[in-house]
């Protein structure tokens, strides 16, 4: 007969209810794990069986966590961080010049710079596989947390994270947004206040996405209202081909228009003006505390930093 124990561990039953307790929607998390949503009832139920009292309950539509849930949930996130903490002691006695390196990058980032890195560092590490996931905020953090990627590329601060302690960051750059318009009162100016840019409906990234919050937040604190949203796109070179054809307005980042031809959009009666105040943010490395102490991200950081040192990034972005 199986201990407790056992019945708890067996069959990625903590992956299923720690997935669960993330989503707080049984289709959604089935989806995610790949089986089916009364697989995954059947799971549930059988661990709350071996814990002997429910985990969640439901209020209306909406899941919740029972205090026992809520413990599970502490323990299990506990049980996961001793688990990805060996396994980083295990990988810093490998090679730095072997095995597989997994980046999570914020699907609204320019890649050009990493992939022309990882192509450079493959010439003298062709025993090095790097690996690029474009992902949500989200799917970095769960990836982050779940050891699923070893370095995650995204934009900081990032306030929707509260707790910062089994995290390390290394910044690559700071950025800022450019105002992209049509109206030819501004386009003299050096920089435009936030209350002169809702002349014209904007086309914006998604609502979740890490630009569109910080600019939200950047309007919620100048106290001018949120300007008309005529479509949003989860690429900037989507969001600028269709500002420039609607005519409406938009901001993106200043690393993005190093490759955009400014000449040209003038000529086409489509300026770029830096906001006044400043839209800022950075680009950086996030990953997990003494993941960098694993030979081959160390050697990672360290060539990356020596790519840098021979032509910075905002260099390299051009054209």
């Known amino acids: 007969m199986k201990t407790t124990q056992e019945n708890i561990f067996a069959s990625k039953t903590l992956s299923y209810f720690l997935q669960l307790s993330e989503t707080m929607n049984y289709t959604q998390a089935a989806q995610i794990l790949g089986i089916t949503q009364p697989a995954l009832t059947q799971q549930i139920k059988k661990l709350e069986k071996t814990m002997g009292t429910p985990l969640f309950y439901s209020v209306g539509k909406k899941l919740r966590l029972t205090d026992a849930g809520l413990i599970m949930l502490k323990t299990t996130r506990e049980i996961y961080d001793l688990l990805n903490d060996a396994n980083d002691q295990i990988q810093q006695t490998t090679s730095s010049t072997t095995g597989q390196i997994n980046l999570g990058i914020l699907a609204s980032i320019e890649t050009k710079v990493f992939e022309d890195f990882a192509l450079e560092l493959y010439k003298d590490n062709p025993d090095l596989e790097i690996n690029f996931h474009m992902l949500t905020r989200k799917e970095i953090w769960e990836s982050l947390e ?13 306030e929707s994270i509260k707790n910062w302690k089994p995290y390390s960051s290394k910044k690559i750059i700071s ?7 049509h109206n030819p009162s501004l386009a003299k100016k050096k920089r435009v206040r936030l209350k002169d840019v809702n002349d014209r409906p904007w086309v914006m990234y998604p609502q979740d996405y890490y630009l569109n919050q910080t600019l939200h937040e950047a309007f919620k604190n100048q106290m001018v209202d949120w300007p008309k949203v005529a479509a949003r796109y989860t690429m900037p070179e989507q ?21 955009i031809d400014l000449k040209k959009l003038t000529d086409d009666d489509i300026w770029v003006t830096e906001l006044e105040p400043k839209v800022k943010f950075d680009l950086n490395f996030v990953y997990r505390n003494k993941k960098n102490e694993i030979p081959r991200i160390e050697r990672f950081l360290e060539k990356f930093d020596e790519f840098l040192a021979e032509k910075d990034y905002l260099t390299r972005l051009g054209k």
Request: charged fraction near 15%; aromatic fraction near 10%; hydrophobic fraction near 50%.
């Open 146 to 158: 779940n050891n699923r990627i070893d370095l995650a590329i995204m934009y900081l601060p990032d």
């Open 175 to 181: 950025d800022d947004l450019l105002f992209i318009h």
């Open 239 to 259: 969001i600028l081909k269709f500002a420039i054809n609607s005519h409406t307005n938009t901001a993106l980042p200043n690393s993005f228009m190093l490759n």
